[in-house]
């Protein structure tokens, strides 16, 4: 059986004190480099996710697992399976899996599934992300989007913000490395809410995304896209840390 912790969700509107060193991580982000971000990293061209449903004891380690095309942003969803806790991978179920599922229009997978989306890469689009050092159970996100003017978008703009934790082929018999998502929110941006100056449209987001006991903090890794209100993925990005700068 598959030990890997079980994600903990971190509700949007829950603040607590453990929040509060995690929240001014991330907004240090803001006011100084973090060697652990997208600055430099190629937008990826395409999205690619696999689903595998907590049921399926075999599916981590089938050798039949698809594998990712070269220069796409690779995903790993464990979805709650209709056993529970008695689920042979329900130590790393993603309670936001199902919703993830709604969105691309899909059912839970029976066994294993995946679906690979296409990034349109906005012409002048900048998508950054950033993340913090770990603190009690929690690290700060730094995000920002700059839209040249004028670009002609169907609003409102959506974005999923992922904390993974990349594993290297072999972790618990798996046949491909795979980024197992550990955490997820859905930020939204309307026209009206964004910073401004003559030639662009800038938002930005900071916040505290918690990860499960257990989990390999000094691994952590952050990845962002964007889409608009009909779904065309506009911008994509993820962190990468050198192994001196993971904590």
Same mark, same amino acid.
């Given at each position: 059986?598959?030990? !890997?912790?079980?994600?903990?969700?971190?509700?949007?509107?829950?603040?607590?004190?453990? !929040?509060?060193?995690?929240?001014?991580?991330?907004?240090?982000?803001?006011?100084?480099?973090?060697?652990?971000?997208?600055?430099?990293?190629?937008?990826?061209?395409?999205?690619?996710?696999?689903?595998?449903?907590?049921?399926?004891?075999?599916?981590?380690?089938?050798?039949?697992?698809?594998?990712?095309?070269?220069?796409?942003?690779?995903?790993?969803?464990?979805?709650?399976?209709?056993?529970?806790?008695?689920?042979?991978?329900?130590?790393?179920?993603?309670?936001?899996?199902?919703?993830?599922?709604?969105?691309?229009?899909?059912?839970?997978?029976?066994?294993?599934?995946?679906?690979?989306?296409?990034?349109?890469?906005?012409?002048?689009?900048?998508?950054?992300?950033?993340?913090?050092?770990?603190?009690?159970?929690?690290?700060?996100?730094?995000?920002?989007?700059? !839209?040249?003017?004028?670009?002609?978008?169907?609003?409102?703009?959506?974005?999923?913000?992922?904390?993974?934790?990349?594993?290297?082929?072999?972790?618990?018999?798996?046949?491909?490395?795979?980024?197992?998502?550990?955490?997820?929110?859905?930020?939204?941006?309307?026209?009206?809410?964004?910073?401004?100056?003559?030639?662009? !449209?800038?938002?930005?987001?900071?916040?505290?995304?918690?990860?499960?006991?257990?989990?390999?903090?000094?691994?952590?890794?952050?990845?962002?896209?964007?889409?608009?209100?009909?779904?065309?993925?506009?911008?994509?990005?993820?962190?990468?840390?050198?192994?001196?700068?993971?904590?």
């Amino acid at each position: 059986m598959m030990n !890997l912790p079980r994600f903990k969700c971190l509700e949007s509107r829950l603040w607590h004190w453990a !929040l509060l060193p995690a929240l001014l991580l991330a907004t240090s982000l803001t006011h100084a480099q973090s060697s652990c971000n997208s600055d430099g990293q190629p937008m990826p061209s395409a999205l690619f996710e696999r689903f595998i449903n907590a049921d399926c004891a075999t599916c981590w380690t089938d050798t039949a697992t698809p594998i990712a095309p070269p220069g796409a942003l690779v995903l790993d969803w464990i979805v709650p399976g209709g056993l529970g806790d008695e689920a042979a991978l329900s130590a790393a179920a993603s309670s936001d899996a199902p919703s993830r599922l709604q969105a691309l229009q899909r059912l839970r997978p029976a066994t294993q599934a995946h679906q690979e989306s296409r990034v349109d890469a906005l012409p002048g689009a900048t998508l950054r992300v950033a993340r913090g050092p770990a603190v009690n159970g929690y690290v700060g996100v730094s995000i920002s989007l700059t !839209l040249p003017r004028g670009t002609s978008l169907a609003w409102p703009l959506s974005g999923w913000v992922v904390l993974m934790e990349p594993l290297p082929r072999g972790t618990e018999g798996s046949p491909v490395p795979r980024n197992l998502i550990r955490n997820a929110l859905q930020p939204l941006w309307n026209g009206s809410e964004q910073l401004s100056n003559r030639d662009q !449209l800038i938002f930005k987001d900071l916040r505290a995304m918690s990860f499960p006991e257990g989990t390999h903090a000094d691994r952590l890794e952050v990845a962002i896209w964007v889409q608009d209100a009909q779904g065309r993925i506009l911008a994509a990005t993820q962190s990468a840390c050198p192994p001196e700068d993971k904590n």
